[in-house]
Nanobody
Framework: QVELVESGGGLVEAGGSLRLSCTQS????????MGWYRQVPEKQRELVAT???????NYGDSVKGRGTISRDKYLKTVWLSMESLKPEDTAIYYC?????????WGQGIQVTVSV
């Protein structure tokens, strides 16, 4: 069974930084696409960042210039680094990986940015 394990969330001061990690277990093969999305209550899940074949990255407008997505050479771990955090960055962050033609999601990890 495929499992995406997320870590690195928690409480961060405004203006601070964080680094989220997501590692896949259960399959030898890695992901062809990876990403991070976030969601707050009563709002749509929104794109934070993605990384696909060739290392091509894409960032949501809300984090552009403040976030960096990266992956390991085995295509099993994806990281998200963010800086200059704002209270509006508070959300549950979800890891995404596409493996063997199927989509997988982490359970979500809370990030809270204090005022």
């Amino acid at each position: 069974q495929v499992e995406l394990v997320e870590s690195g969330g928690g409480l961060v001061e405004a203006g601070g930084s964080l680094r989220l990690s997501c590692t896949q277990s259960g399959r030898v093969v890695g992901a062809v696409a990876m990403g991070w999305y976030r969601q707050v209550p009563e709002k749509q899940r929104e794109l934070v960042a993605t990384i696909v074949g060739g290392g091509i990255t894409n960032y949501g407008d809300s984090v552009k210039g403040r976030g960096t997505i990266s992956r390991d050479k085995y295509l099993k771990t994806v990281w998200l680094s963010m800086e200059s955090l704002k209270p509006e960055d508070t959300a549950i962050y979800y890891c995404y990986q596409k493996i063997g033609g199927r989509d997988y999601w982490g359970q979500g990890i809370q990030v809270t940015v204090s005022v």
